[in-house]
């Protein structure tokens, strides 16, 4: 018999817990029994919070979705060539996704199965499209290739920053560095691995 | 109550079957019954080819395994120039990847819980050291840039090769077409985005 504990938590604090057994379980693996027993306090104390467990998804799936579209309204993401712009947003996107992983880590791992899922979903490639936007107009200017299809691009440039999920963990000090990583990222994409000799600008 | 098929399976075509379930069960969410239910046969039907699910997921992974290693042994791989193996390696892992979708998905799934997937595991490891070898001795040959961290762009390059394995299916004259996406996954990875003004070279 487990000892519920005195419910002390907020609707803030509920969805840490919640987004951790959504990604250990899966979203439609976990019941709001495993949410009880995982955050030590009843059911009845959960759904004083929440209505369920889709409104935590919502919640968890919106700060991940949230701080990507954000990325699009600052001032980097706005002003100037559009080849800075998506370099910026692209570094931005890594940034976020390295301070919000395990919302992230659910964001890329929704299916579609209730409508909140699907309105996630939604959501995502409305990002991604936004970001080809950008690359076009980069490759209207001249600045981005012409002989690359863009939403080829554009699905392996999020393929590469998504896979960051998989092995990043934040570790003060550790191997890489938040700023190296995203450095090497926005270099791999838009300047490739090749020796070009004009490195050091 | 299900009219069990007659076992018409060799162990090939069980496999088949068995990797399909874990794709959507996860391995450790799949049990024997699972299995014979999904291959319309009995327990013991299925025990006659193998000795359970483990020796079904290690056959499974072997697959994907020995596709990426032959590349390794292939010409393109070990004559020339460091920077034209890797580059070889890579769009011929890409070619794999897309020939083994469902074998390499599982593969990537892969958690670590037993002898087998631990075993796996060593072994992609030892697949992308192998890889970041060729990038060292690329780096070595000036033909890659030294001021990218070696260990980090082969997380990143495999990042952005796996993603394939979550929206690629095979569909004949679909888009884009293998040779596309090869080509590519190349072309970002070690020519970037940018326009440089020779690529018609």
């Known amino acids: 018999m487990t000892t519920a504990k ?5 609707p803030e604090s509920l969805l840490t817990v919640a987004v951790r057994v959504f990604n250990e379980r899966g979203y439609d693996g976990t019941s709001m029994e ?21 409104e935590l998804l919502r919640r968890a799936v919106s700060r991940a979705l949230d701080g990507l579209f ?3 309204d600052e001032p980097g993401a706005q002003r100037g060539r559009a080849i800075e712009r998506v370099e910026y947003v692209t570094r931005r996107t890594v940034e976020v996704l390295m301070a919000e992983v395990p919302y992230v ?31 076009k107009a980069a490759v209207a200017e001249g600045d981005l290739r012409a002989d690359v ?5 554009t699905r ?14 934040p570790q003060p000090g550790g191997f890489p560095g938040e700023e190296q990583l995203a450095d090497t990222v926005v270099q791999l994409v838009f300047e490739g691995m090749r020796a070009t000799g004009d490195q050091d600008r």
């Open 70 to 72: 954000a990325v699009l």
């Open 34 to 54: 495993h949410l009880s027993k995982a955050a030590g306090i009843s059911k009845s104390s959960i759904y004083h919070h929440v209505a369920g467990k889709e």
């Open 6 to 10: 005195r419910d002390t938590y907020t």
């Open 149 to 153: 299809d863009i939403r080829l691009a």
């Open 156 to 169: 392996l440039l999020f393929g590469m920053v998504n896979s960051l999920v998989e092995w990043y963990r």
């Open 105 to 135: 880590t659910l964001l890329l791992r929704v299916r579609g199965n209730t409508r909140t899922e699907r309105w996630a979903l939604e959501r995502r490639r409305e990002f991604d499209h936004r970001v080809a936007e950008l690359m």
